[in-house]
């Protein structure tokens, strides 16, 4: 399953409201969708699993929604450390990840 | 707490052999299915290869298979990744990785720092 992220970069402002794509070319069985983080030499931190449950420790502002081949990541209220790379990985069959999406202080 | 650490990245020639190290702790590490996970230099992830919790159920990316083989040492709480044929693009830090299930293909909710493998010569 090939996913495609969009878009490629966003660039917001603090406090404003985000939100990233996520396609996939069939579709993901039972919502085996991920999310991840990262920032610059880090490794990656899990945000959400099964298309819209928060991973322990997780602030309620990360959000994940959708089903079967298009799922998003939302971000209520963004905070100056949400800023980072962010990843979409299916489970259901094999497994892959997305190009990933850059999000930038505008 | 859980953690993991990769070790014995390193410098090697194209063609060449190495093998990577996840050392886990905090957890019992017989029960969780393990992944590798690579990232090229400023490139987004690449799932590798993953085991189940008894190390006998393994799968591969296609861009490794037939050359990377993945094994665990579950009496020493170890991952293994050994590479053969090593080329240019396997260049990468490679990032051991626990799945929340017995499973070798799951979500990872425990990452390493990753371990640096350069393939030039």
């Known amino acids: 399953i090939v996913l495609t992220q969009s878009p490629g970069t966003l660039s917001l402002s603090p406090g404003e409201r985000a939100t990233l794509s996520c396609r996939a070319s069939?579709?993901?069985?039972?919502?085996?969708l991920a999310w991840y983080q990262q920032k610059p030499g880090q490794a990656p931190r899990l945000l959400i699993y099964?298309?819209?449950s928060r991973a322990t420790g997780i602030p309620d502002r990360f959000s994940g929604s959708g089903s079967g081949t298009d799922f998003t990541l939302t971000i209520s209220r963004l905070e100056p450390e949400d800023f980072a790379v962010y990843y979409c990985?299916?489970?259901?069959?094999?497994?892959?990840f997305g190009q990933g999406t850059k999000l930038e202080i505008k | 707490e859980v953690r993991l650490l990769e070790s014995g990245g390193g410098l090697v020639q194209p063609g060449g052999s190495l093998r990577v190290s996840c050392a886990a702790s905090?957890?019992?590490?017989?029960?969780?299915?393990m992944t590798w996970v690579r990232q090229a230099p400023g490139k987004g992830l690449e799932w590798v290869s993953g085991?189940?919790?008894?190390?006998?159920?393994?799968y591969y990316g296609d861009s490794v298979k037939g050359r990377f083989t993945i094994s665990r040492d579950n009496s020493n709480n170890a991952l293994y990744l050994h590479m053969n044929s090593l080329r240019v693009d396997d260049t990468a830090v490679y990032y051991c990785?626990?799945?929340?299930?017995?499973?070798?293909?799951?979500?990872?909710?425990?990452w390493g720092k990753g371990t640096t493998v350069t393939v030039s010569s």
């Open positions: 905090g957890f019992t590490f017989s029960t969780y299915g």
């Open positions: 099964g298309a819209s």
């Open positions: 085991v189940d919790g008894s190390g006998a159920t393994t």
């Open positions: 990985q299916q489970y259901g069959i094999s497994c892959s």
């Open positions: 990785a626990k799945a929340p299930t017995p499973g070798p293909i799951h979500y990872m909710d425990v």
């Open positions: 069939q579709s993901v069985s039972s919502n085996y």
